[in-house]
């Protein structure tokens, strides 16, 4: 049968192929109606079934195997930038490397289209001068009642809060009760180039001249920037950066993890004055389209961001950055599988611009293709400024120390404040855990852990404060759960065997890290210890004690002595809020004789022993009426003359101690004197009832 397709008609069928973004194997033949011209990289609606999609006009020559009128027509071309041919490109070279669906790729690229309709500009309303006579409304009086308590509000959440439409706050500006400007929101600006120039060292510079001659190449190729942490690579590769926007073009820096991109941030907004546009998935939709526009148009001129990052539309891509080249969060796992790195390589090949790989650790692929001569390599060998490299030493076994037994010294409520105190003394209760007890370290009261507040009933309220070590050991349970932990306190390790039992296993290395309070510096052999960890070191300075600062540097010296011998040299750690105080000082130089000198200088200033002498009266009763009375007659009946001092009296540090109430007064006395005999004649001189006790404690050396 002779053709009887007019010819005319021949030249009127224009097919293309359209790809859609759905796991189909390619894309699909659509016919154009005479009244459209769609070019590749158009974006185009579609029928398919029975739905309007979306669709990219491919490249790829239509397929040409249905007849004419079994396929659908074209339905629009939206009004939106087309896909550029490097994408197209990248998408297709995607697909086929990770053999993807190339709709599931596109995808990726076609999340975000903005057409003109979807970038309106959003109006923020503030309330202007009121003008006499205007008519009110219900809804009008509602939107200026938002306003007052705050000012301004963008459109769509006055709106949404006062539960009026559009109209109503155009009505409202028309009559002048309100004013509404147009918001700029786009969160970045022009990065300058020459803003804040960094003097770089001449290391630092050759590297960057190499990078900035690769971007004004404009040719694809690929450099690795390596060299240790704070070497300067960041700043160098900034200036690659500047180079991009002297040329006008573009730049994209990909970073694995978006949680590092706040400092980034500060750090670009430094260099070039500005933030630079940042892509990731969680971007509010506003932003996100208004970064995609930005991008298209070569208004974003710096984008960094997550992997996503690399389907952004650029137009004039001048230089891509891969920082922390050797993550393994590049690498996508779910949906089209894909490095992220080695990705944005083929889109730079693609973009024909240079691709700067950055680690201080590279990749092994990466080092085999320096090795290979196929990327550039350029290394920046010391920290900035001659910053020094941390000391690393292998650790065998390891200490904590810490000098308080129990869980957390306080126990509070955390809905009244009550702190459970125990009832005999002035002192918190000491929760032991493990024991699901409250503890007073004084006197041994001990109460199960209430279930709620004693003093306001709050159920599960009552909240540890502070460290023992008990939640010391709990942490480092949490942190290094692998490690063989044994607890050394007066009240785990009991008794001589016991102890050998402990002493033994820590010797035979069953133990890789000990927890202890001041009972592991008592003459311990720990041949394998290389660390010590000193928790809160401070804790001994506090309270009135004369000798807090000796015994301070005694106990932790005898422990930081636990640590290291010839062959295995240890280190110490103090955890303190006071670094600047002599007894760390004197720590960590090494230096106790100087320490000792200094104390003994101070000593001898106030004839404190030993260049004086003391005793302690330690007044005791039921009733704190009765041991202030007490008191106060020790204090009115105290010695005087030539080289006697009386202090006090004055409460205890512990003013109440199993149930009884104390008072103290010190006597200090020079050194060529004797104090009994001044003791004696001072008790005569008083008359103490039978309920009251006077303890007196000659060269006292504990001041509670
Ligand atoms: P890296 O990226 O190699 O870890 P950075 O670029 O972050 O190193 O540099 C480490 C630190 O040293 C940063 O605080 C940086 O600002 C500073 N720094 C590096 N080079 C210079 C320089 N030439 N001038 C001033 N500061 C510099
Ligand atoms: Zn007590």
Redesign the pocket.
Known sequence: MPSITPKIGLEAERRVSVLLPYPFPGPFDYMVPDELDPKPGDVVVVPLNRREVIGVVWDTAPEGRLPAHRLKSIISVLDTPPMLEPLRRFVDWMAAYTLSPPGDVMIMALRVVTTAASLRTVLEYTRAVPQPDVKMTQARRKVLDILASHEPIQGPALQREAEVGAAVLRGMVDIGLLKAAAVTTEPFGKPDPGFSR????SS?QDAATSLISAVSAHTFSVTLLD?V???????VYLEAIAACLNAGRQALVILPEIALSAQWIDRFQRRFGTAPAVWHSDLPSRIRKLTWQAVTEGRAAVVVGARSALFLPFPDLGLVVVDEEHETAFKQQDGVVYNARDMAIVRARLCTCPTILVS?TPSLETVTNVETGRYHHLR?ANR??GASMPTVSLVEQAMLFLNRRGYAPLTLCRACGHRMQCPNCSAWLVEHRTRQQLLCHHCGHTIPIPPECPSCGAKESLTPIGPGIERITEEAALLFPEARRLIMASDTIVGPQAAAAAAHAIEARQVDLIIGTQLVAKGWHFPHLTFVGVVDADLGLAGGDLRAAERTVQLLHQVAGRAGRAEAPGSVVLQTFVPEHPVMQALLNGDLDAFMASEAEARREGEWPPFGRLAALIVSAETALLADSVARDLGLAAPRGDGIVVLGPAPAPLALLRGHHRRRLLLKVRRDMAVQPILVQWLARIKVPHSVRVDIDVDPISFL
């Open positions: 960094p003097a770089l060292s630092q060299g942490t704070g070497s300067g690579k960041t700043e201080a920046l900035h400024g």
